[in-house]
């Protein structure tokens, strides 16, 4: 690509390679404490949080991907845009606000705080590296694929070039770093998709395009005309027309149940991304969660009605054979890079641009969100709660570039895997696990801990299964989240119905939390903050204080009040 369009295809990538580098890198000059690392010091605005936010989604497979799944399969290739966008409704009803009103760093954090359970908190963990690590494999295989057609790069150097920058500037500016970056990335996309449409558009108008599609007569021979009868294409144009009738035809790639099950996965899936949740905790406030959460839905609705139309024009003006072959193989994500083509060289380097802005984006949101399970789950949570400030931030830097690592060689080990589908298993486990657990958790007071642990085994497992079965062969249903969502809700309400008989005591503390994440004005939600490592004097101040103004102090703090208490009455006899 770069020799036949010259070298602005490449400068461009280049420039925006090192914009996000230098910004990245110069961010860790403000990453001083263990809340500006792994949530931005809970101080990003609405346009920067929402920006961020949209830019950490829009990964390769949506600004490559989509498009090209509507050149190649027509109208089912709509439902990814559909899906995609829909989950922030839900998000925007449901999630965003309670979430950041609870005050947590990551999702195992809300697992473990809600109810209290250690065990609840491992499986959040496994969950979030499962999910993280099939998107990150896949954004992995397309970093290479992409450097390959903008650049010549092989597809090895490609991936190991990429994958160490990304990693280096996440490891040393943190969320603070990834949240500025990402912002420039998104503004970057948005603009690539938008700007050369406004160029290849007045050439070809969007319901002609369609209108053309459609009517088209199987008849040999036959020439598709305008409005007024004229002529719309050359005699060339015209013979890319043969099966445009199926292409704009519903059901034809999947059954109708199969579409059901994509868009529930989608639309969940969404709900329930880690790397996406863990944002919302970076606003300093619900109200601006929300917010930041209604301009996401105008940001990415902006994109995703931009993707049908690059998918349609690039199948009725190029044909359906209009790929570029690597090693044998079709690309069908060349096909952005193929269409901005027809708009001039300019329009071709602002979509590569826009490609290296996209997975630069999504990668350093996974590597945020599998780093922040290693280092502050487990690591600070879990292995070595009384770690200092400084030990918890070196683990967090080294989990960074151990776990960038890793997906560098995992995406050399996946080279030839379908990436589609594996963003799509990605968003179906995740549909399946979190997002039934934080709807149910945050909504039913009377979800239990049980209830939520079998929920999250049981949706995660059958998702598993059924994938794996239709790899074996035993099946043809790829798409498995109309059936395991459903049942990961129904295990949360038969287990929590059979284990309510819980102690008073176990009671008062799930209802605590559930109050933290629904009243915005009481003191409590701001007890349910998590404070960056506290020493252990801090804990036992908070303690006494909560004691003495007769507030309902967390399980660990009645804990330390009551041992103080029978000390002193020891000391007193």
């Not at 497979?61 to 839900?90: E, K």
Request: aromatic share 12%.
């Amino acid at each position: 690509m770069g020799a036949e369009g010259g070298l602005l295809p490449i400068i461009a990538p280049a420039i925006a390679l090192a914009a996000t580098r230098y910004l990245g890198i110069s961010a860790a000059r403000r990453t001083a404490t263990l809340d500006d690392y792994w949530v931005a010091g809970r101080s990003v605005d609405v346009f920067t949080n929402a920006s961020a936010i949209s830019s950490n989604y829009l990964s390769a497979a949506s600004f490559l991907g989509v498009a090209a799944v509507v050149w190649a399969s027509g109208f089912d290739g709509v439902w990814y845009a559909t899906g995609f966008a829909a989950g922030y409704i839900l998000l925007l009803l449901f999630i965003a606000s309670p979430l950041r009103r609870f005050g947590q760093y990551t999702i195992p954090d809300f697992c473990c705080g809600r109810f209290d359970s250690d065990r609840l908190r491992h499986a959040g963990i496994a969950w979030t590296c499962v999910i993280s690590a099939l998107y990150i494999i896949a954004q992995m295989v397309g970093v290479g694929t992409v450097m390959e057609a903008i650049t010549g790069i092989p597809f090895v150097w490609g991936v190991i070039l990429l994958g160490g920058i990304i990693t280096l500037y996440v490891a040393f500016g943190g969320m603070t770093g990834v949240t500025v970056a990402q912002m420039m990335q998104f503004w970057i996309m948005i603009t690539a998709m938008v700007l050369p449409l406004m160029v290849l558009l007045p050439r070809h108008g969007y319901s002609e395009l369609l209108m053309h599609a459609y009517n088209q007569s199987e008849v040999a021979g036959e020439v598709a005309t305008t409005i007024e009868g004229t002529p719309a294409f050359s005699d060339q144009e015209s013979e890319k027309f043969a099966s445009l009738r199926q292409w704009v035809s519903p059901f034809q790639k999947y059954d109708l149940f199969s579409s059901v099950s994509l868009l529930v996965a989608l639309v969940c899936g969404t709900a329930g991304l880690p790397h996406i949740l863990a944002r919302f905790y970076t606003n300093p406030n619900a109200a601006k969660a929300r917010w930041s959460t209604v301009w996401v839905l105008v940001f990415i609705g902006v994109f995703y009605i931009t993707c049908p139309i690059w998918g349609t024009w690039a199948r009725v003006t190029l044909g359906p054979e209009a790929v570029i072959y690597a090693d044998g193989e079709p690309n069908p994500n060349s096909m952005m890079l193929l269409t901005s083509r027809e708009a001039g060289a300019w329009a071709q380097a602002l979509v590569a641009a826009g490609a290296v802005a996209a997975l630069l984006s999504t990668v350093s949101g996974l590597l945020i969100a599998l780093s922040s399970a290693i280092a502050h789950d487990f690591y600070g949570e879990l292995f070595r709660p009384n770690a200092s400030d400084r030990q918890k931030m070196a683990v967090a830097k080294f989990a960074v570039i151990v776990c960038g690592g890793l997906a560098i060689v995992l995406g050399l080990a996946f080279r030839h895997a379908n990436i589609a589908w594996m963003v799509g298993l990605a968003f179906a486990v995740a549909a399946s696990t979190f997002f039934p657990l934080l709807v149910c958790g945050i909504w039913w007071r009377r979800m239990t801990e049980q209830g939520a642990f079998a929920g999250l085994i049981v949706g995660g497992v059958i998702s598993a299964v059924m994938v794996i079965g239709r790899l074996a062969g035993l099946w043809q249903f790829d798409q498995p989240a109309i059936i395991s969502v459903p049942l990961a809700f129904l295990t949360i309400y038969l287990v929590s119905k059979a284990t309510a008989n819980q102690p008073q005591e176990t009671w008062d503390k799930w209802e605590f939390a559930f109050h933290c994440l629904h009243d915005p004005d009481s003191d409590l939600s701001e007890e349910c903050e998590v404070e960056p490592e506290p020493a252990e004097h801090e804990l036992l101040e908070v303690s006494a204080q909560t004691a003495e103004t007769a507030e309902v102090p967390a399980h660990e703090e009645i804990e330390t009040v009551e041992r103080e208490t029978d000390a002193d009455s020891e000391g007193s006899s």
